[in-house]
């Protein structure tokens, strides 16, 4: 193609565009999705009325995008291809370049490298007339070509990686599925046990303490098949049922007490008021626990935990600051996503699944869980859910 | 005190996915009434961050629109975000003094700007050449739906701060 200085475009507020285009290929889950973005979105950064990308498949043939690219000059491709070079139809016999979108009369196709040597495809960039091709800058469009191969091989990596990330999310589901029942018939077996028990008798607190281990082991497992489930990408599906938000968070508190480590204290400023709406109690006690039991799994001994609640205008809030050892500011932005865990918890122990299966549950409400922290000071958690 | 929780919550968002690490005065000052700051913030969310056209193509809309209006605050907070993400500093001159750049976009971008330059102008005159130059230009609907509701939340935008009198972020 031949291009006169004059009418080259400046690349630097392409650039911008170019840098946005770049991002939302590289987010895109799969190649398909690139192919797609570059159909609608490659002619805010290139003078292009049609964008196709084709992409070597591995068994020696290619794949192309938009779905149904045979008609892509196919002779032009190759002579790219062999060439390692842009090339325009301008430049092979237009007779065997067999070209069939409406109105697009000029191809260019543009090598997709891996590296300095490895070609894994091409872009092909067609316009209605010469002149329009004609004004593209080539530094915009090897930038282009060289940001969409990488986005094309994280693609190819991210879909094997999707693959093998499923298989052991359905394993684990199935897995934790399998042990909800043994763990529901070994409570009901406890349950039963201590209704047999004589009054004071010494088995009660032994057979309460296995009770509760139990029950966490339980919320554990609701916690790993919820994270499987999000991870699978399905939406989280509330059991909601009509009920007291106040009440809730007292049965929370009343196993925090009899748990409640020598040393500590809960100070609690609890509303007056009935907190009544539609809950998935299951879930939102577990938010409950989980917001307590952090509150006492992190912070020093002798320390004062303490529990708020009350409404704000259409909202329910329930707060839960501790004087622990806080969040370090730099993992706060990524407290609530799963695995995380900050820097400073050392050997306490814990699975990174809890407070972000609470935000989780939270958001399924139609609220929102939020944090404010201090490293070193203490951490405040607030619940706010609508009513 | 405390803020409400709408309040709260719609701040979060704005410094988690706006990009600019605060809470522009644009919004604080919609504050006083918690869910119309929610609702400009999801309208503003939708328009802006959202679609179809690049966001540096939409705020570019947002300086020609309130060039139009002789409105400053939108005009100089995006002559700052598009300074930021790199925009070249002489397209963003010729912007600023109310005009489109002859050169130095792609040509969908400059029919893009001349389609909102003539929506802010006139609304009800919009010239037919310039729906024809987007078309060219290989814009469909929907695209040139992003831009005309682009125009209009800036035309809103430029009222709210202009009424108000918000002054202009320390960027």
New interface residues.
Partial sequence: MTQSPAAR??T??????L???TARCTAAPDIPSIAAILS??A???????HVSLVVRDGRGGFMAWPAGTSIVPVHALALALERRTTVTTGTIPPEVAPLAVPGITTWLVVPLFDGAIDVIGALILGA?AES?LT?LDSGVLHLLALNVASAVRMAELLTSERSAVQSRDAMVATVVHDLRNPLAAASALVEMMLEDQPTGSMMTSDLVAVLHSLESMGGLAEEMLDAARAAAGHAMTLRRTVGDLGALLSSALAQVQRNLRSGFSLQLDLSSEPLPGSFDASRVRRVFDNLLSNAMKYSRPGGQIRVHSGR??P?A?VEVADAGIGIPAADLPNVFKRFHRAGNVGTIRGTGLGLAGAAEIAQAHGG?L?VESIEGVGSTFRL?LPL | MSLHPVVEGTYREIEAELGFGMVPNVFRAMAVKPHFLAANWKLFKSVVLEGRLPRVLKEMVGIVVSCVHDSPYARDVHLHSLTVQGVDRDVLAVLSRGERPASGLAPAQQAVLELAYAAATKPGAIPAAAFAAVRDAGLDDEEVFEVLTAVQLFTAVNMFTDTAAVKLDAL
């Fill in positions: 475009l400046p630097v507020a392409s650039l911008a565009t840098a946005e285009l609608t979105s002619k805010w950064v290139v003078p292009a009325h209605r329009y004004t704000a205008g909202m809030v929102y939020t706010a």
